[in-house]
């Protein structure tokens, strides 16, 4: 896979042609991890094939994709993820830096993570790559303090409700069966699916986030695009 | 535009949608077992999972499942519905979910049934992954044990939900529309439990008010058996599970890519007319069955991350055939026997439970056994490797066998793809162990000793019929990324076929031709007699 770096084709903003979706959480800090991992993989569990094996004559076969629960520590909620350590670790890194924003940016904390399908349509030379988003989730998420014990175990239970709700959703959206990319040839695979990890194929995605203030604007402008490649470990 | 569907989409169909059901209901179960599951992933496709997915195939739930179906598919009117149900200690029980696979008539002629519904199903068959784990009734499993128990029934026919108590809520999983049918898949539960939190439940015994209440209500009384969902080996009769007859088990693993209008490749004419890949009925290729090579949890080792459900209780109450103890508890647990789908030999049904004498006493040496061997490859944690559906071995019937191979074949398994398993056996119509050539005329001794091998090879195989290999894990071999482990390359190369050399027909001939050219060579060597002299003297 090489480094090319996605441009959005002039005058396009992710809005257009791209199916998007928002989901909100107030979670405790210590929640935060746990919860945005829990969205993203479900998202990725459904956007997630077998590894593709082309043969002759354009037919390919599927890998098979395994499947494990997660109990969560901080939250009272399981969820199940694709069987895949390295994108769980690319997940978990990408989580990990955003956990970190939201604690840096002061009392406020609130901040949004995004992940992105798109599709890259090769161009000419001079003009780099395009990047053609196609899905968007964002999670916009909302760090509260909380007093004492009590208040935490309530939170617990209510965030694993909430989270609860959230699978719901993102199950509805999915069972849409609205525009995904056509299956690629051969030759087309890298331009739809992330094949860079051995063991499952993800539609290609990129997370980027956002912190904010309490008046919604973006005070630290720390969109950063996290290509899949510079992720493996 | 020819909207009906040709004779080979609807058989493909029909498999899909009897599948799509089976792995369902393995799903569900396996959500309830009160352990965390987890399978791996496989980059080369084993051809053996269906719908990409590697979900387990518990026999037992299986037969259910069959039995319930009893060959049919879901229609309308006709629904497949699996029943979640929670048993108390006490012996007051009380309905949970319903899982119900409907079928309604809203037709999608348009769709494409190897490539589109396949693909929607098996998303379809995520999203219920992770909705399983998000109904109420997920955390009550997980806590199950000696307070109460998790039990399942599969019903066929019409959706019963007045055992849910009022105000029951219902979340949908998803539908995928065919062109026979849209697929619903949903789940109604309850919800006055809500107030009765999991503490509660685990604290205070007999929930007297709710359940008994229920139980009077109830309308209509079981129609099929609750079973726990906790594994029951061994069943209390002794039953054993027939693998129900289905011809056409295999699917299509391979899919085509119509080239877009920018590719750059000439695609043949021939490849346009290739209709999608096919289901053959008959496969005389060497037959493949699933193994589930798993490592169970070692109850000794007590990791809290062991992901694999501990399907084996340590201890079965006799006098409550239907409810076992709860898992990890106690006890060793012996590996699972696998199954193969395989229904003509009743042999082979017995021998699919070879381990269920072991279970049945509780932590005995026996299970520290299967511990030990267990820890010696265990890993530990789920995160590793767990090769629940990653091999498939080569189920060699046995040498000596004499029985036709016809009766073996591929159609009988119930996995997909299988025609494009490996085949890395030869058949085993070539194979002279199986088949030993017709004697010859004695002409020699060496012959005659050649022939008596292999008759009495084949005499013996006569006593034991079927002799299958059901499971096998060699000693301190890990089961884990390398498609050739240990394991398979003993499964593999266990009955090589006879050396060519020493087959009958072979061996006739070329011991007379070297008989025939006995006087020329003798010839020829005896001119050359100076030089071989020569010879002998620089040894010396």
Sequence with gaps: ?233 | MDTDLSSQDRKDLDKFIKFFALKTVQVIVQARLGEKICTRSSSSPTGSDWFNLAIKDIPEVTHEAKKALAGQLPAVGRSMCVEISLKTSEGDSMELEIWCLEMNEKCDKEIKVSYTVYNRLSLLLKSLLAITRVTPAYRLSRKQGHEYVILYRIYFGEVQLSGLGEGFQTVRVGTVGTPVGTITLSCAYRINLAFMSTRQLERTPPIMGIIIDHFVDRPYPSSSPMHPCNYRAGEDNGAVYPSVEDSQEVCTTSFSTSPPSQCVFTVTKAHFQTPPPVVTDTLKVPVMGLAFSHQPAALGVGSADMGFPVLFAGGLNAAHPHQLIGPGKEGGVPPIPSQPAHGTQADQERMCTPLDGVHYSAATPSSSEDTETVSNSSEGKCGSPHDLLETIFIRKVGAFVNKPINQVTMANLDIPFAMFAPKNVELEDNDPMVNPPDSPETESPLQGSLHSEGSSGSSTGNTHDDFVMIDFKPAFSKDDILPMDLGTFYREFQNPPQLSSLSIDIGAQSMAEDLDSLPEKLAVHEKNVKEFDAFVETLQ
């Excluded at chain 1, 593709?52 to 009272?76: A, M, P």
């Excluded at chain 1, 609860?164 to 999915?174: R, S």
């Design chain 1, 1 to 233: 896979p090489h480094r090319t770096c996605c441009r959005t084709p002039p005058g396009a903003t992710p809005a257009m042609n791209c199916r998007a979706e928002v989901l909100e959480v107030s979670v405790e800090g210590r929640q935060v991890e746990e919860a945005m991992l829990a969205v993203l993989h479900t998202v990725l569990l459904h956007r997630s094939t077998g590894k593709f094996h082309y043969k002759k004559e354009g037919t390919y076969s599927i890998g098979t994709v395994g499947t494990q629960d997660v109990d969560c520590d901080f939250i009272d909620f399981a969820y199940v993820r694709v069987s895949s350590e390295e994108l769980d670790r690319a997940l978990r890194k990408a989580v990990g830096e955003f956990k970190d924003a939201l604690r840096n940016s002061g009392s406020d904390g609130m901040g949004q993570i995004s992940l992105e399908f798109y599709q890259k349509k090769k161009s000419r030379w001079p003009f780099s790559d395009e990047c053609i988003p196609w899905e968007l989730w964002t999670i916009k998420v909302n760090v509260v303090n909380l007093a004492n014990e009590q208040e935490r175990q309530i939170c617990r239970e209510k965030v694993g409700e909430k989270l609860c709700e959230k699978i719901i959703n993102i199950v509805e959206v999915m069972n849409r069966h609205e525009y995904l990319p056509k299956m690629p040839t051969q030759s087309e695979v890298d331009n739809v699916f992330d094949t860079s990890l051995k063991d499952v194929q993800p539609y290609l995605y990129k997370i980027s986030y956002q912190i904010t203030d309490s008046l919604g604007t973006s005070v630290t402008t720390t969109m950063r695009r996290l290509i899949k490649d510079t992720l493996a470990l």
